[in-house]
């Protein structure tokens, strides 16, 4: 599998709708940071869904390196 490119050394911060599944970019391609805009078509990778149970402000990983994705959890403190 393609190792997906550093969008940002840093989380994106979002709003999320409770009840709605947003689409995490996983390969980094994407001009919608942090959401797929279908870039990765160009890759073997495919966006990670997430579902939103409660409408709040989340940090998505933009490093792509989160071990607790589409949301950061540090990993990027270590790039
Ligand atoms: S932005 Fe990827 S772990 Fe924080």
Redesign the pocket.
Known sequence: MAAPVIA????YMIDVEAGKTYYWCRCGLSKKQPLCDGSHKATDLVPLPYAATASQRV?M??????KNKPL??????AL
Do not use: I, Y
């Open positions: 940002q050394k840093a989380p940090a990983c933009g490093c792509k390196q989160s950061c959890d540090g990993s990027h403190k």
